[in-house]
């Protein structure tokens, strides 16, 4: 049985969509654009975008009652494949120990104009 998770510390889904979902043992995240929950605007810049996308990642887990450690998967869409370092440099901050597997693709456009938006898969 799915159950849908919501929290107001991240972004509200903008479509017919949950923030994440809760099925078995696992939790997986919508993809999540870098909103600023508090104020509905991006931060400047791909380091900071990545650490919002990545706190409300964060945000949505906490509302199933997980935390990043639980993370066993992860997909990072890119505007654009040269901010990938930058990216990588405060995604690599958010894990420790045995890191998630992880797919990293570029694609054309992003809701938004967002340089990045990241989706989770955790696991209880």
């Not at 949950?18 to 508090?38: C, E, K, R």
């Amino acid at each position: 049985m799915k159950r849908p998770i919501s929290t107001n510390k991240a972004p509200a889904a903008i479509g017919p969509y949950s923030q994440g979902i809760q099925a078995g043992g696992l939790v997986i995240t919508s993809g999540q654009l870098p909103i600023d929950p508090a104020t509905g605007a991006f931060p400047d810049g791909i380091e900071a975008q990545t650490r919002q996308s990545l706190e409300n990642c964060k945000s949505v887990l906490a509302a199933a009652g997980l935390g990043m450690e639980n993370v066993i998967k992860t997909t990072v869409f890119l505007s654009d494949m040269n901010n990938f370092a930058a990216m990588n440099s405060v995604y690599a901050t958010f894990f420790e120990g045995a890191c998630p597997a992880r797919s990293a693709v570029e694609v054309a456009r992003l809701p938004k104009d967002a340089l990045v938006e990241i989706e989770c898969i955790a696991a209880e």
